[in-house]
């Protein structure tokens, strides 16, 4: 079931003797989803109010959304682990050259 609840944006217009201008917005979000976004961003000292404004203002400085690191991480995050996992295992079961210096390593290069 979805919930409503007031956001407060802080639009900071970026002009040094110009106050902000506060609005309330609206927004329809996942119960569940709402009590995971209030405990994701406690950790990281902010209210789901501010990360929010963090999002739109990041959007509005980018000219689109602000995900593209976001998204891609995770990905990259798993290929590290599949590869490292594939290394774990070459080493226990003895198939994996192991290189003591940068040097050995190098010349191994070379005899290829």
Known sequence: MDVAFAVIMRYNCGEV???STNTTY?????KEMRKKADILYKNMGLTLSSAINLFVTQSVIQGKL???EVVAEPLYANALLRDAEEIDI???NGTATVYNTPE???ASWENE
């Open 104 to 106: 050995e390593l190098f």
């Open 17 to 19: 003797n110009k106050m």
């Open 66 to 68: 602000p995900l593209t």
């Open 90 to 92: 070459a080493l226990n």
């Open 26 to 30: 609206n927004v329809r979000i996942d």
